[in-house]
C-alpha cells in the first residue's frame, strides 16, 4: 500500500469526509456525524433576529428556510432522534421568539392546519416518508428493468411437467413452451366443460 501511494503521489483518506454535504460512512450515523446539520439550522436561525419578526414571519421562515435545511440530509439517512430533537429544539425555539419553552406542545404545532396545528411537518415522520419514497423509487425502477427481461428468461426456463399434477391445464407453459391459455384463448376452456383450476394429470 505504501508503494502504491509512493507510486501515485496520492494521500490516504480516512472516513468519515464530506461529499456534497453529506458525511460518507462506514457504520451506523452517530449525533457527531450529524452535527454540522445541526449547526447550519442553528446559525440560519441565529442570523435573523427573531423577536423583530411576528409570529406569522417566524412561521414562515420555519416552514420555508429552516425545515427544508434538513430536507437533503432526510432523504439520505435516518436521522438519530438526538439529532431531530435538536433540529426541533432550534426550529421551537425561534418559532417563539428566543422563548425556552413553546406556547403550545410541539406534537400539536406539527399537526395541519385543518386539524388545528400550525402545519410544520414533525421531523422523524417526514424522514421516514422520505426514506420510504426513495425504497419505492429503488423498487419500482429495479421492477421495471426486470419485466423487460421476461422474454429473455423465458427462453431459457425448462419445465418438466411430470404426472401434471403440478401444472395448470390452461395458464402454465406445458404445451411446447406455451400455456394453452396463451395460444386458444379463453374460449378453449369453456368448451371443455372442466373449471379454470384444472391440472394436467385429468
Same mark, same amino acid.
Given at each position: 500500500?505504501?508503494?502504491?501511494?509512493?507510486?501515485?503521489?496520492?494521500?490516504?483518506?480516512?472516513?468519515?469526509?464530506?461529499?456534497?454535504?453529506?458525511?460518507?460512512?462506514?457504520?451506523?450515523?452517530?449525533?457527531?456525524?450529524?452535527?454540522?446539520?445541526?449547526?447550519?439550522?442553528?446559525?440560519?436561525?441565529?442570523?435573523?433576529?427573531?423577536?423583530?419578526?411576528?409570529?406569522?414571519?417566524?412561521?414562515?421562515?420555519?416552514?420555508?428556510?429552516?425545515?427544508?435545511?434538513?430536507?437533503?440530509?432526510?432523504?439520505?439517512? &435516518?436521522?438519530?432522534? *438526538?439529532? #431531530?430533537?435538536? $433540529?426541533?429544539?432550534?426550529? /421551537?425555539?425561534? !418559532? +417563539?421568539?428566543?422563548?425556552?419553552?413553546?406556547?403550545?406542545?410541539?406534537?400539536?404545532?406539527?399537526?395541519?392546519?385543518?386539524?388545528?396545528?400550525?402545519?410544520?411537518?414533525?421531523?422523524?415522520?417526514?424522514?421516514?416518508?422520505?426514506?420510504?419514497?426513495?425504497?419505492?423509487?429503488?423498487?419500482?425502477?429495479?421492477?421495471?428493468?426486470?419485466?423487460?427481461?421476461?422474454? &429473455?428468461?423465458?427462453? *431459457?426456463? #425448462?419445465?418438466? $411437467?411430470?404426472?401434471?399434477? /403440478?401444472?395448470? !391445464? +390452461?395458464?402454465?407453459?406445458?404445451?411446447?413452451?406455451?400455456?394453452?391459455?396463451?395460444?386458444?384463448?379463453?374460449?378453449?376452456?369453456?368448451?371443455?366443460?372442466?373449471?379454470?383450476?384444472?391440472?394436467?394429470?385429468?
Amino acid at each position: 500500500k505504501r508503494e502504491i501511494l509512493r507510486r501515485i503521489q496520492f494521500q490516504e483518506g480516512a472516513l468519515p469526509v464530506t461529499y456534497l454535504g453529506l458525511p460518507l460512512i462506514t457504520k451506523r450515523l452517530s449525533k457527531a456525524d450529524c452535527n454540522p446539520l445541526v449547526e447550519r439550522i442553528t446559525a440560519k436561525a441565529s442570523s435573523w433576529v427573531s423577536k423583530s419578526l411576528s409570529l406569522a414571519g417566524r412561521l414562515q421562515l420555519v416552514k420555508a428556510t429552516l425545515f427544508s435545511m434538513q430536507t437533503y440530509w432526510c432523504s439520505t439517512f &435516518l436521522l438519530p432522534m *438526538h439529532t #431531530i430533537r435538536q $433540529c426541533e429544539r432550534v426550529l /421551537r425555539k425561534f !418559532l +417563539w421568539g428566543g422563548q425556552g419553552r413553546g406556547k403550545v406542545k410541539w406534537t400539536e404545532v406539527c399537526k395541519p392546519l385543518m386539524e388545528g396545528g400550525l402545519g410544520i411537518r414533525d421531523m422523524k415522520t417526514w424522514n421516514r416518508a422520505l426514506l420510504l419514497k426513495q425504497i419505492w423509487g429503488l423498487l419500482s425502477w429495479s421492477w421495471r428493468q426486470i419485466l423487460q427481461l421476461r422474454p &429473455l428468461a423465458r427462453e *431459457h426456463l #425448462i419445465y418438466k $411437467c411430470g404426472n401434471g399434477e /403440478r401444472f395448470s !391445464l +390452461w395458464f402454465d407453459p406445458w404445451l411446447q413452451g406455451d400455456s394453452i391459455h396463451a395460444l386458444y384463448g379463453r374460449r378453449v376452456i369453456y368448451d371443455s366443460g372442466l373449471d379454470t383450476q384444472a391440472r394436467v394429470k385429468e
